[in-house]
């Protein structure tokens, strides 16, 4: 089989473990040269980066805040000069997910999720997108949304809102880059598993396997196999999508 991403240069935001781990891995698979971006985790980003880097393929690990605008623009920019001043493709994966009633929340505690989840999105694409429109071709952006988005859980008003908010803006995104020739789609992931969600929610997680026509958590690679999917040629007439990664959990009648 062909290697779906051979020559791309990507970055992946959140990328020291989880879902972010999984992306980068596929994607150095699928011949992509990686900057992998972590925001604490430099050890684990290391770690993927020295296993891509054994394997024969090319990465490289930065480290920022991207609840900052500047932090945002500054990764990109280092991600594009890494890869000889070319971006192909950018992940939006970084998140945080505290859990919090609405009730009790603060201001201050809205904006750190917000923040993070949101708007570093805002930034890194707008700074992505001013590379990609001078790549032959153009580039794609995906955005790691959530089925929170709409199915949204107590205690998750922060998270889901901003989760939602990064499915309508990958859907204006596509429309004012896509005379670039850059596609922004969005992966809505479902519950996926990592160790010690068994045992730390039993009853979450056997809720969801009763919920789950496919019977099964999701894993890191079901949703790196989505974003390989639409940053490669196989998806160059999709944007404005939400690819839905969830065995098929929102299918199901809530009544």
């Known amino acids: 089989?062909?290697?779906?991403l051979r020559?791309?240069?990507?970055?992946?935001?959140?990328?020291?473990?989880?879902?972010?781990?999984?992306?980068?891995?596929?994607?150095?698979?699928?011949?992509?040269?990686?900057?992998?971006?972590?925001?604490?985790?430099?050890?684990?980003?290391?770690?993927?980066?020295?296993?891509?880097?054994?394997?024969?393929?090319?990465?490289?690990?930065?480290?920022?805040?991207?609840?900052?605008?500047?932090?945002c623009h500054r990764v990109v920019h280092q991600a594009a000069e890494w890869a000889d001043g070319r971006l192909t493709a950018l992940v939006n994966n970084a998140a945080v997910q505290p859990l919090r009633q609405l009730p009790g929340m603060t201001a201050a505690e809205w904006r750190a999720v917000v923040d993070t989840n949101l708007t570093s999105v805002f930034a890194c694409t707008q700074a992505a997108a001013e590379i990609m429109r001078d790549v032959e071709g153009g580039g794609s952006v995906t955005h790691i949304a959530s089925i929170e988005a709409t199915h949204p859980a107590p205690r998750h008003t922060h998270y889901s809102a901003s989760k939602a908010a990064i499915v309508t803006h990958a859907r204006?995104?596509?429309?004012?880059?896509?005379?670039?020739?850059?596609?922004?789609?969005?992966?809505?992931?479902?519950?996926?598993?990592?160790?010690?969600?068994?045992?730390?929610?039993?009853?979450?997680?056997?809720r969801w396997l009763r919920a789950a026509p496919l019977g099964r958590l999701g894993r890191p690679e079901d949703v790196a196999d989505a974003c390989v999917f639409l940053a490669s040629p196989l998806a160059s007439w999709v944007t404005g999508h939400d690819l839905v990664v969830d065995g098929g959990v929102t299918a199901r009648p809530t009544w």
Do not use: K
């Open 1 to 4: 089989m062909s290697l779906l």
């Open 7 to 71: 020559g791309q240069a990507a970055l992946v935001t959140g990328a020291g473990g989880g879902i972010g781990r999984g992306v980068a891995l596929r994607f150095a698979e699928q011949g992509a040269a990686v900057a992998l971006h972590c925001r604490t985790a430099m050890a684990a980003a290391g770690e993927v980066a020295s296993r891509i880097r054994d394997s024969g393929g090319r990465a490289v690990v930065f480290q920022a805040d991207l609840s900052e605008e500047s932090a």
């Open 172 to 206: 204006v995104a596509a429309q004012e880059y896509g005379p670039h020739g850059i596609r922004v789609n969005t992966v809505s992931p479902g519950l996926i598993d990592r160790d010690g969600l068994a045992e730390g929610w039993p009853q979450g997680v056997e």
